[in-house]
């Protein structure tokens, strides 16, 4: 409760608008103001004492959520045949102790600024830690522009029991009927992502859903593409770095789509 009280003090103090809130008394309401917070804020530097107190936090949050091991996943997980490259895990992505996790992430690429949003980018930035959003911060102003949907670019994972972050932007669907140009976009995160686990002799990577919700694409559609995609890509390339795919799901439909397809891909 004391850490909290001067991580909260800390971002209270560093803009105005918020001297005056009133701090919850208790622990999820501190916790809550304290991501909230996080989420708003802009990248900048932070003193040494604020990270390593933030660092403390999170990681004790991580440990009260439960870390999962690859092991764990290959035990629950469901397939057939051969195939055992490719496994289904539902649950929070920011758990899994892989090589990477994979980020849905807008074009700004600096994580989501809704306090206490539920997207996977918010989720992501706020496990990870005020870092996150400053090493994209630090990649967008060396790029120049905003990010392209379909293109991957990897950071470091920081809080998060995984070692990297590799962020996509996927195609938005408005209307929920993709065209084949967004087909093909929501087809090259994938294949954009899985080069650069390559490039960077990744062994395992945990893949979200990448464009369905907020981005409205189908669920079935996205699914399909996704594990076509993954599948070709070591079929091309089978001396490839990545050894483990996991697709993580949190919901029950997600999950129902992807066991069907992973246990169908032979």
Request: glycine share 4%.
């Amino acid at each position: 409760m004391k850490r909290l009280d001067y991580l909260i003090d800390y971002l209270l103090k560093e803009d105005p608008q918020y001297s005056e809130m009133q701090v919850p008394t208790d622990l999820q309401g501190k916790r809550d103001l304290f991501r909230a917070l996080r989420n708003v804020r802009w990248p900048k530097p932070v003193s040494e004492e604020f990270l390593r107190l933030q660092d403390e936090e999170l990681q004790v949050q991580l440990q009260e959520k439960g870390v999962v091991e690859l092991d764990d996943c290959r035990d629950v997980a469901r397939y057939v045949s051969t195939n055992k490259q490719l496994l289904v895990w539902q649950g929070d992505i920011t758990r899994l102790k892989v090589d990477a996790i994979v980020n849905a992430a807008n074009s700004q690429m600096l994580g989501c600024f809704h306090p206490l949003h539920k997207c996977i980018d918010n989720a992501i930035h706020s496990a990870a830690g005020v870092q996150l959003r400053e090493e994209c911060y630090q990649l967008m102003l060396q790029q120049g522009h905003e990010e392209p949907t379909g293109q991957a670019k990897i950071t470091k994972a920081y809080n998060l029991p995984c070692k990297y972050v590799i962020h996509t932007v996927g195609p938005i669907i408005p209307n929920g009927i993709p065209t084949e140009f967004q087909k093909n976009q929501l087809a090259s995160c994938y294949r954009s992502i899985m080069a650069c686990a390559d490039e960077n002799s990744l062994e395992s990577i945990g893949f979200c859903c990448i464009s369905t919700g907020e981005f409205r694409f189908p669920n079935q559609m996205a699914a399909e593409i996704a594990v076509r995609t993954v599948k070709d890509y070591l079929t091309k390339h089978p001396d490839c770095s990545i050894k483990q795919v996991i697709f993580n799901v949190f919901k029950d439909v997600d999950r129902e789509i992807y066991l069907h397809l992973v246990s169908s891909a032979s």
